[in-house]
Structures are given as C-alpha cells and as structure tokens.
C-alpha cells in the first residue's frame, strides 16, 4: 500500500495546523522505541503508542503517502501500517489528539512532535523514561 486517507476532525485540524509552518513534512510516527522519532521504548509501548512528528524536509523511511483534508503534506512507513486499519480519524478530545481506525480507537493520546535530533540516555533508562 502506497496510499492512506485520513480525515482530521476540525478541532484536531486545527490544533495540527498551529504547529506545522509552510514547507514542513509531518509523519504519523510510532512513538514506541521502533524509530529514531520515539525516546519512548519497550515491550509495554510496541504498536500502542502513536505521534505526529514535524521535519523540515522529507524521511526517506516514510514512504506512504497519507492524503488528508488538512492540507498537510503527511506520511507513515510501512512499519506502522501494520498497526493501522481503514479510515483514518483524528479527533481532539480533552485537549488531546485521538487516532482511530475502521476499528476503533488506536491511541488516546497522540502527541505533537518537532524533531530535534537527540537519543535515549541512560539517564532515562534509569529514570524509567523508556516505557
């Protein structure tokens, strides 16, 4: 599959859109340790943990394109479509984005991220930052 839809709720589009600036790339990201995107790790988070991550240019690990009524230029990497179904929704509930598919609700509280490069260190391995 080279292709997603997704549709964004106005609150969610609205939230989205303040974020991102003309020109950026946005990825629906697995925030669970499986990517350079996620501090976050372990068996407790893989497939669960869902974010939106801002770059300046594009990744060439993600790959899909996902068509959205937001205008963003927005894409995923076949890694995570594996824990995606059909019809795409984002909503904002509580002050927090929702993802969900043809099948229910996939995250609860998907994140916002701009990207600046960094690693998990072991302090937060310590702290129990990874899970």
């Known amino acids: ?27 629906l990201a697995l925030n669970d340790g499986s990517n350079e995107y996620s501090k976050v790790g372990g068996t407790c988070s893989i497939g669960a943990n869902f974010q939106f991550v801002i770059l300046a240019a594009k990744d060439p690990a993600f790959t899909i394109k996902v068509t959205n009524n937001a205008g963003l230029d927005l894409y995923t990497s076949p890694a995570e479509m594996q824990f995606l179904g059909n019809d795409l929704v984002v909503d904002e509930k509580d002050a927090t984005l929702n993802l969900a598919d043809d099948s229910g609700v996939i995250d609860g509280a998907v994140s916002i991220n701009e990207y600046e490069p960094s690693s998990v260190t072991a302090k937060d391995m310590q702290e129990g930052k990874t899970c």
Do not use: F, I
């Open 1 to 27: 599959m080279d292709k997603v839809q997704m549709n964004l709720k106005p609150a969610a589009e609205k939230k989205l859109n303040s974020r991102v600036q003309a020109g950026q790339v946005v990825l």
